[in-house]
């Protein structure tokens, strides 16, 4: 199928921890995004029923590039903006505590292809909105060390959907997604980790005649290929993961458009 400017909006569940990232570009195509852009279904007035995000209590987790907990940001609505005389947004959770409002993290970067990592335990039904413009062509994004990536169209993708830039022959130059060493990996509804899952390449495939993708890193460290993950795993629109690439250089994943020709 083939569109211009085709335009919509996903509402992505937050229940306990998940990735989420942009599933539409800006409209007119840009690709740049802040947090001030992760529209939450928070109570703007004060005089809600208490569902949707709790400000103060649902956050954003801000990681660094080995996956470890920096510091989480909350949600200040409308009401609480007005009260502090600040800006409505993200603010730190240890300075919203002490009600200190003076840094407002709504102009940190969300570069398209990317993802954040959020927790809405606290709340019951809470969402988080992206809108924009369907990309037109597949989205390439690098990654390097530990990087949280969005199912950045408005379809659902399974692992087999993902396409890293791996040598599928053996004989390449090293460079790009390394097989077996960088990886997947996958957490549990509290953001703890589970299990890790590597790419084998064709070469790999055909030397024990299995399905080219993803598999358990602790069955491949044992050369057991025998439960493929591609179709096991799916991504909503706007949900995302955590991919892990210290082993290579120039490492990248690829998501393709919803409007590709089938």
């Known amino acids: ?22 599933a539409f570009t800006q409209v007119g195509g840009g690709e740049s995004f802040t947090y001030a852009d992760i529209a939450v279904n928070c109570d703007e007035t004060g005089e809600g029923d208490g569902s949707g ?10 990681l660094n590039e080995n ?14 903006a007005d009260a502090y005389e600040c800006e409505k947004g993200w603010y730190d959770a240890d300075d ?3 009600e200190i409002y003076t840094t407002c993290w709504n102009s940190t970067a969300l570069t398209f292809g990317y993802g954040v990592q959020v927790c809405g335990t606290a709340g019951a039904g809470a969402k988080a909105t992206f809108k924009g413009e369907v990309k037109a062509t ?8 530990y990087m949280a990536i969005a199912n950045c169209s408005p379809m659902t993708i399974t692992l087999g959907d993902l396409v890293v830039n791996c040598d599928e022959t053996g004989e390449g130059d090293g460079s790009g997604w390394q097989p077996l060493l960088d990886y997947i ?19 790999i495939a055909d030397a024990y005649e299995c399905t080219k993708g ?28 955590q991919m ?19």
């Open 1 to 22: 199928m083939e569109s211009a400017n085709t335009v919509g909006y996903v509402e992505k569940p937050v229940e306990n921890y998940e990735f989420i990232g942009p």
């Open 53 to 62: 995000w709790q400000p103060l209590l649902d956050y954003i987790v801000i």
């Open 67 to 80: 996956g470890t907990y920096v510091r989480k940001l909350v949600y200040a609505p409308q009401y609480i």
């Open 96 to 98: 919203a505590s002490e």
């Open 138 to 145: 597949p989205t390439v994004t690098d990654v390097e060390n």
């Open 185 to 203: 990996v996958m957490l549990n509804t509290n953001g703890t980790y589970v299990r890790k899952l590597v790419y084998a390449p064709q070469y």
């Open 214 to 241: 993803w598999y358990d890193a602790d069955d491949a460290s044992e050369e057991i290929y025998t439960t493929c993950w591609n179709n096991l795993v799916s991504y909503a629109p706007g949900e995302g993961f």
């Open 244 to 262: 892990c690439a210290t082993a290579g250089a120039n490492a990248t994943v690829t998501v393709k458009s919803a409007l590709a020709a089938e």
